[in-house]
T-cell receptor, first 116, second 118 residues
Framework: AQSVAQPEDQVNVAEGNPLTVKCTYS??????LFWYVQYPNRGLQFLLK??????LVKGSYGFEAEFNKSQTSFHLKKPSALVSDSALYFC??????????????FGTGTQLKVEL | DGGITQSPKYLFRKEGQNVTLSCEQN?????MYWYRQDPGQGLRLIYY???????QKGDIAEGYSVSREKKESFPLTVTSAQKNPTAFYLC?????????????????FGAGSRLTVL
């Protein structure tokens, strides 16, 4: 089965500073990787995905992620953090279901806190 | 606007009661999913359905049941057999893989239902 790991439960960063939220993956075959964001008591919102092609993927709200095959990582980045970026971030990998079809397997999440 | 509607947003249940969480989508998506979210554990798959009248168990199906009688609807019943039902429940959907590669695999989520057992 495919899996992802988010090694940090929480990341703190000052507004205006660059932010990185880490994710490593373990897959057989080519990985399909995703980042989602969740605000309190809400569903998850899609930020970006890597399927193939450029290792630097650009997504919503100024976020980007860098796919690194040799390090099996897919870290989420933003050049300048905003207080409004404070939320719970999930990395996910596509997994193939028995009998066909897909599901997403999620990491445990990283709480991002951006402070003034 | 297209999207997924989950209801109720908050639900309280006494021990021993069954409760049903509603999930309706108007995105014309084929596949629908139920995930359970607990603090520090991420999201875990309960059940999924790829077409009408068919559904499969996910990783933590014990104590739950579902139906898929219509394409738009995928209700989840939390039964009294579920030992620890207090959690945040998320419904999601996606287009069938193959129907537009760029859209496949990207899940759209509802706003969630928070179940508390008293």
């Amino acid at each position: 089965a495919q899996s992802v790991a988010q090694p940090e439960d929480q990341v703190n960063v000052a507004e205006g500073n660059p932010l990185t939220v880490k994710c490593t993956y373990s897959v057989s075959g080519n990985p399909y990787l995703f980042w989602y964001v969740q605000y309190p008591n809400r569903g998850l919102q899609f930020l970006l995905k890597y399927i193939t092609g450029d290792n630097l993927v650009k997504g919503s709200y100024g976020f980007e992620a860098e796919f690194n095959k040799s390090q099996t990582s897919f870290h989420l980045k933003k050049p300048s953090a905003l207080v409004s970026d404070s939320a719970l971030y999930f990395c996910a990998v596509r997994d193939i279901l028995t009998g066909g079809g897909n599901k997403l397997t999620f990491g445990t999440g990283t709480q991002l806190k951006v402070e003034l | 606007d297209g999207g997924i509607t989950q209801s109720p947003k908050y639900l309280f249940r006494k021990e021993g009661q069954n409760v049903t969480l509603s999930c309706e989508q108007n995105l014309n998506h084929d596949a629908m999913y139920w995930y359970r979210q607990d603090p520090g554990q991420g999201l875990r798959l309960i059940y999924y359905s790829q077409i009408v009248n068919d559904f499969q168990k996910g990783d933590i199906a014990e104590g739950y049941s579902v139906s898929r009688e219509k394409k738009e609807s995928f209700p989840l019943t939390v039964t009294s057999a579920q030992k620890n039902p207090t959690a945040f429940y998320l419904c999601a959907s996606t287009r069938k893989a193959g129907q537009g590669f760029s859209g496949a695999n990207v899940l759209t989520f509802g706003a969630g239902s928070r179940l508390t057992v008293l």
